[in-house]
């Protein structure tokens, strides 16, 4: 659990933000990922909160993306929530990625996110 990717995010973030220290990084990991499941020996899910998203924003680069006309469904959700391998914030009106990478590749895609997501699968 300690070499996950949400770890060390929580981690770095309690070193951040004095607010923070006060908590342990098991309660840190549940304030700032929606969709955390933790394992006895396994982290997963990427997707941000509001609060991780405009801590994280404060901190490193972020790539926004509108939301198009087909919205927010539980595929796209699911297939994030499997593949995507850096942090994520989405709501009913964007996506925005931390990852340039991932950036990229949305790019290529024409900014739709179902062809993105299809993609990563």
Known sequence: MKDSLQFQI??????????????????????????????????????????????????????????????????????LHKHMSWPYYIDKKQLVMFSGDDAMWMKMYGNDIDKFTNSIK
């Open 10 to 79: 929580a981690n770095k973030l309690q070193q951040e933000f004095d607010t923070l220290a006060k908590y342990t990084v098991k309660e840190v990991l549940y304030m700032v990922f929606k969709n955390i499941q933790l394992t006895d020996n396994k982290v997963s899910g990427l997707r941000m909160n509001k609060l991780g998203f405009s801590l994280l924003k404060s901190k490193y680069d972020c790539y926004p993306f509108v939301v198009g006309e087909e919205g927010i469904h539980k595929n796209l959700l699911i297939a």
